[in-house]
C-alpha cells in the first residue's frame, strides 16, 4: 500500500526543486536587448508602420506632442499640437487605435513630447516648466497618458530650449515631478540628448529615466559642423556612449541613437532617407558610409551603412542596453538597416 504522507512529503520536496531550478533558468535568461523606433507622425504613422519591421521593436516613441499655450496636450478630441502628414492635428481616437494594435504585439509604446524643431502651435515650454505651472504640465502629462492607454512618455526637450529651462533651474524639477507620477502608474519615462555641451541632460535628471536615448548623430548638417566630416562615425558612437557612462548613466538605462537617413553637401540634395538614398544611387554605392568624397567643398553624402549599424548595434550589445533610430519610415522594402541591427544584437 502506498504510504501517503511520505508521497506527499516526497512531492512537496521535488516541486519546491523543479520551482528552484525553474527560478534560476528565468534568472539566467539574458534579457532582450531595447530597440526603440521613432515614429515620426508627421511622415503618417499608418505608413511608418508599414515600412517597419514590427518584430524587431521593443519600444515605439511617437513624435511629437507638444501642449498648446495653456498647456493642454488634448482638446476636443483632438491633439492640439501633433500633426499627420498632412498637417492635420491627430484625433485621439486615431491614436488610441495605434498605440493598441502596437502594443497587441507585445512592444511598449510612448509618446514623444517637444522635439528638435518645436512647432509654431506649441506653448512655451519654457512657461510651462516654471515653478507656478510645473504641477500642471506634469498633470496634463499623466492625463495624456491614462487617455490614450500609453506606456509612458519621452522627453524630447533639445538644443537652446533645453539649455534656457535648465539654466532656469526648471529642467531637472520638471523630470522628477513626473517620474514620480509615472512610477506611481508603473508607466515609463525616458529621454533623448545629444551629447555635446549645451544639449545635454543634466546630470541630475539622469536617475529619474527608465531610458536615456543618445542621439549619436548629426554632428554636421546642412547648416552646421566641420565641412568634410561625417554626421554619425563609429567612433562618434563609442565616444558617445562612453561619455554618458562616465556620467552616470547604467548600461541597462543607455540606449545608443542610429540614423535611417544622411545628408548631402556640394551640390547633392541635402536630406536623403536610407530608402531614397538607395533606390537613387544603388545599394553597392550604400554600402560605405560616404558616397563620394567626404572633403570640404566636394560632393557627397554622409550617412550609415548596413554594415556601420551592425557594428554600432554590437557595440551597443556589449556596452549598453540597446539601440534607437531616428526614425522608421526611412529604411528599404527589405528593412536592410533594421535587419542590421538584428544581427549586431544577437552578438553572435
Known sequence: MWNFPAFRFIAQILIGFTLVLSSAVI???PQRPVVVGYLAAFKGLDLSIARTDLAAFTHYNLSFANPDADGQFVRDGRMTCMGDERGTNLSVDTLRTTIARLQARGAKVLISTAGGVIPGCSGDWKALLAPDRRDATVAALVDLTDTLGLDGVDIDIEGQLLTDIDRAGNYTPFIAALSDAMKARRKLLTCATASYEGGMVPVGSIPYFDLVN?????????????????????????????????RGVARDRLVLGLPFYGYGFGGEKANWSYRDLVAAHGINATKTDVIGDHCPGCRYV???????????????????????????????????????????????
Open 27 to 29: 534568472a539566467a535568461e
Open 214 to 246: 543618445v542621439m549619436s548623430y548629426d554632428a554636421i548638417g546642412p547648416s552646421w559642423g566641420p565641412a568634410g566630416a561625417e554626421h554619425s562615425s563609429y567612433d562618434m558612437a563609442a565616444r558617445d556612449l562612453d561619455l554618458w557612462i562616465a
Open 302 to 348: 554622409t550617412h550609415n551603412s548596413p554594415a556601420t549599424i551592425e557594428k554600432k548595434a554590437r557595440l551597443a550589445a556589449e556596452k549598453a542596453g540597446g539601440v534607437m533610430v531616428w526614425e522608421l519610415s526611412q529604411d528599404t522594402p527589405d528593412h536592410g538597416l533594421t535587419q542590421a541591427i538584428v544581427r549586431g544584437l544577437s552578438r553572435e
